[in-house]
């Protein structure tokens, strides 16, 4: 695979400095039963690094050290590859529950319907779990030949699941959310637009409902920015991202109040940094390799954001972070 870092750290990006820490991103391994071409973690089914019960016990004392400082944390973001498949998945949902902190799952909906994950659309809606499910089409064929054969008819059989629970049903506070990629290095389109059209497509079609569509652009690192390097596209993706760069995106990206932590425990400004290998900056403002069992929340205020090209993704036309389009 070719390793698109060297490239996006010559591109110059504009200075960013952390907020107070509202979001902890947490990767519990690149382990995932499927393998997408727009992948910018690499998951897929051979990957073998899945984050440990001693990591995630230090995750949860993180998180009592924040309410202890009375930090603003408010969202535990859990992601993978698929973050169900880690065995620990249920017990540290549970512990974060127990806080009563707010859980985001990034689902990528086939894993509902997986041998031995019977019980966890049911789980999910027990412990009030927001879902954040990856579906890059409202079509058969766009969504087999990103994600595989198959995978599109799996995914309505999951979102039919999980409306039968209350996800994204209107009057439940069941949450469901999907989200859109584009099919290529193209930017999404107006993400409104694109939710109306969902939301009609999908319901007659298939009786599916949720809540909000969100879109993102593709990263150009790890499976994608490999993809776009042997085709010859990088040059002109990156220089679609920078020409549609839009300042007032920089107030709101992700990165300002969230924190990504990879399988081992490691701290970075976001999950895209972490693919990566950028750790997040020690009070000197220079890139320091940070284990979380080491982190005072409160020291992160202020500190500068690591930034190289990949970051004109996140600012490009409407923008795109964790919560979908920002303008």
């Not at 870092?5 to 039963?33: D, H, M, V, W």
């Not at 007032?248 to 924190?259: E, F, G, K």
């Not at 399988?263 to 940070?290: A, I, R």
């Amino acid at each position: 695979m070719i390793d698109t870092y060297p490239l996006l750290e010559k591109i110059k990006f504009p200075s960013l400095r952390r907020q107070a820490l509202k979001t902890l991103q947490i990767n519990l391994g690149y382990l995932c039963n499927q393998q997408c071409l727009h992948c910018h973690v690499n998951a897929s089914p051979q990957r073998k690094e899945i984050m440990d019960k001693t990591t995630i016990n230090q995750l949860l004392d993180f998180i009592d050290r924040c309410n202890e400082d009375g930090s603003n944390l408010n969202l535990v973001d859990l992601t993978g590859g698929a973050p169900e498949l880690n065995p620990h998945f249920k017990i540290l949902v549970e512990e974060i529950s127990k806080r009563k902190i707010a859980i985001m799952d990034r689902c990528n909906l086939t894993v509902l319907l997986e041998k031995g994950q019977e019980y966890l659309a049911e789980f999910l809606a027990e412990k009030n779990v927001q879902i954040t499910a990856s579906l890059p089409c409202y079509e058969t064929d766009n969504v087999d030949k990103q994600r595989g054969k198959g995978v599109f008819e799996t995914s309505i059989e999951a979102l039919q699941k999980l409306n039968g629970l209350g996800y994204g049903v209107p009057g439940s506070d069941l949450i469901l959310n999907l989200v859109f990629n584009p099919q290529g290095p193209s930017l999404p389109p107006e993400q409104s637009e694109l939710e109306r059209t969902y939301k009609q497509h999908l319901k007659d079609e298939w009786g599916v409902e949720f809540n909000h569509l969100f879109t993102l652009s593709n990263m150009p690192i790890k499976r994608f920015g490999s993809t776009l390097v042997s085709k010859n596209q990088f040059e002109d993706y990156m220089q679609l991202l920078q020409e549609n760069y839009l300042e007032q995106n920089l107030q709101s990206v992700m990165c300002l109040d969230l924190i990504s932590v990879d399988w081992l425990g490691y701290v970075y400004d976001c999950d895209f940094n972490q693919m990566l290998g950028m750790p997040v900056s020690d009070k000197s403002n220079k890139p320091n390799k940070t284990h979380i069992s080491d982190l005072a929340p409160a020291l992160l205020v202020e500190r500068e954001i690591q930034v190289a090209g990949h970051c004109y993704g996140c600012t490009a036309g409407q923008g795109s972070s964790c919560g979908g389009a920002l303008a």
